[in-house]
């Protein structure tokens, strides 16, 4: 098992400085004029800083001489050094947190669009609370980790180096036998870094799953409520958390070994410039200018020794931030065009299903030897069991899935062999949970057509049944939805949804249970609005009520994946099959 976890470190550990070259190449590099101004800021802070014990050692030695000279002139050099240093100094740190927030909007920009554009399988592998902590915890992470290599080193190293240079003409024999302790402490900061750079992977996958726990359970707060679930939701989200403590003070227990080990190699290191310095004012070598002038750059050079001593614990970190990012990131959909793919005119509407069938990544088969034509302009009903295979039809038509066998055809076009962006533009959908965004209702309702006119959008609510619950708003047109439309009830949500449908003015439409969790009068509403919207469209409608497809041109029946039998209500009846028996239970149930 050792030498397991001694193999995944090194391997983790060999992925590092390619994680940072990427880094470097993708956000740094392209800002590299302001980060030549920032070394350029470094470069003063660190040169100032490395004056103070040689200034140190002059005032000290001019003091000891009793020189008028040097006592006038010390408290200006000591000004003008503070003066240079703080103005450096705080030009750096501003322009530092402006480059950093720059790196971390664009990030997140990318991860975004990324997803967006990701496969519906990829997006449903992962919850999305737990992909939304990809925003938040991994992007902090790899900030700190940038940070920490400008500041510590960067900035502290160009210190560390200036006041090195300081001892060193100050006394090189001593400063030799000073540094000597230092090599010792690289080991155990290395160990310690590698542990941490674990725990900083586990931390962040497990911040992903309790916020997914803590969505979920707030998200069903009304069921848990009601079947008293308080206790189920605390106690699974408290699990989280609870691992999430461990792991956070397992960190906070290894980086807090790192000060210890480096203040007690310092402590060493003082020790022998006391002893080896004292001897040598004893014997006339040195100054007690030289003694303060040497003590003064040791303590000084502590602060950013014990920073490269954090350094590499949160570089590793970062850098397991950066890896989770970059799995997003790197990751290709593999639904899009193909080459040579053409645009698909305006369609005539008609679909065909040849012997398709889908499995999913992991397995399990949904839809097995798939035959349908279904003319343009006509309705068509898919009926079945849950799992039938419904909802896979109808994300097969605008390629959300692929199928893995046979084809899909538009108007005699394999909707692999044309744009995505045409294909879809000849489809609208309306879904049992209506989707509406934060945003006024025009634009919800403008999404259908981008760019269209508000007569147009006006005339689209109208025919939706939208009109007159809209302009009752205070704002009308221009009032926001709320998160999630929370400000409409169910049936408004729909009939916007509608709208927008209606507005796009597709060939296709796709109607997934549109009314089934609706009120009766809203249903009404929806149901003439839904009429007037698929008036001469190909239409396909996933129902489990019956009662709303008997006049439907075509009704397909399904069970486990498979069309067992199609035709118009009547003969599907008459015929006895699964159609009919799905009919009378439920005939029998209202």
Avoid: C
């Avoid at 940038?146 to 180096?161: C, N």
């Amino acid at each position: 098992m050792a030498g397991e976890k001694t193999q995944d470190t090194a391997r983790a550990e060999a992925r590092v400085w390619p994680i940072l070259r990427r880094l470097w190449r993708d956000w740094l590099a392209p800002r590299r004029g302001r980060l030549a101004l920032n070394l350029a800021l470094i470069a003063m802070v660190a040169g100032a800083t490395a004056t103070y014990p040689v200034v140190i050692q002059w005032a000290l030695d001019g003091f000891e001489r009793r020189s008028r000279e040097i006592i006038a002139m010390a408290p200006l050099v000591v000004v003008a050094a503070v003066l240079l240093k703080s103005g450096a100094l705080y030009a750096h740190r501003m322009l530092t947190n402006s480059v950093l927030a720059e790196i971390e909007a664009d990030m997140q920009r990318a991860m975004y669009a990324t997803l967006v554009r990701a496969d519906l399988a990829r997006l449903d592998r992962e919850a999305p609370a737990a992909t939304a902590s990809r925003f938040t915890v991994d992007v902090s992470y790899v900030r700190s980790a940038l940070e920490s290599l400008i500041t510590s080193l960067v900035r502290d190293g160009l210190t560390v180096v200036g006041l090195l240079a300081s001892l060193l003409w100050i006394d090189w024999e001593l400063t030799l036998y000073a540094l000597a302790a230092l090599p010792i402490a690289a080991a155990p900061i290395a160990a310690i870094g590698r542990r941490l750079r674990r725990i900083a992977r586990r931390s962040q996958q497990e911040a992903g799953q309790m916020t997914a726990r803590v969505n979920e359970g707030l998200g069903g707060i009304r069921l848990a409520k009601t079947y008293r679930l308080e206790d189920y939701l605390t106690r699974r989200a408290g699990e989280s958390f609870e691992t999430l403590r461990k792991l956070k003070v397992k960190a906070a227990d290894q980086r807090a070994r790192i000060d210890p080990a480096l203040e007690a190699l310092a402590g060493i290191g003082l020790a022998v410039v006391f002893y080896v310095i004292g001897m040598r004012i004893a014997e006339g070598r040195n100054t007690i200018g030289d003694f303060m002038a040497f003590v003064s750059a040791f303590l000084i050079a502590g602060q950013p020794l014990r920073a490269f001593g954090n350094l590499y614990a949160q570089v590793l970190q970062g850098a397991a931030a950066a890896e989770r990012i970059y799995e997003l990131l790197d990751a290709r959909p593999t639904i899009a065009d193909r080459p040579g793919a053409e645009p698909l005119p305006r369609a005539r509407g008609e679909i065909r299903f040849e012997n398709v069938g889908f499995v999913y990544e992991d397995g399990s088969r949904a839809l097995s030897e798939v035959n349908l034509t279904v003319p343009a302009g006509a309705r068509v009903a898919l009926v079945g069991r849950s799992g039938a295979g419904k909802s896979t039809i109808f994300n097969l038509i605008p390629r959300l899935y692929d199928a893995t066998e046979g084809r899909v055809l538009i108007d005699g076009r394999d909707v692999r062999d044309v744009t995505l962006d045409s294909l879809r533009d000849q489809i609208a959908v309306v879904s049992q949970e209506p989707v509406i965004f934060d945003d006024t209702v025009a634009r919800n309702i403008a999404f259908g057509r981008p760019g269209a006119s508000m007569d147009e959008i006006r005339a689209a609510a109208r025919a939706a049944n939208a009109a007159d619950f809209i302009e009752a708003l205070p704002e009308g047109y221009e009032t926001m939805a709320g998160p999630r439309g929370g400000r409409f009830s169910g049936g408004e949500r729909q009939r916007l949804t509608i709208a927008r449908a209606i507005l796009r003015d597709a060939p296709i439409l796709l109607l997934d249970e549109a009314t089934s969790a609706l009120d009766a009068e809203s249903e009404a509403l929806v149901r003439a609005a839904l009429d007037r919207l698929a008036a001469g469209r190909t239409t396909f409608v996933i129902a489990h009520r019956l009662s709303t497809v008997r006049d439907a041109d075509l009704i397909v029946a399904l069970d486990r994946g498979r069309v067992v039998e199609q035709g118009r209500h009547e003969e599907l009846i008459a015929r006895g099959g699964l159609y009919a028996e799905l009919h009378r239970l439920q005939f029998n149930e209202d």
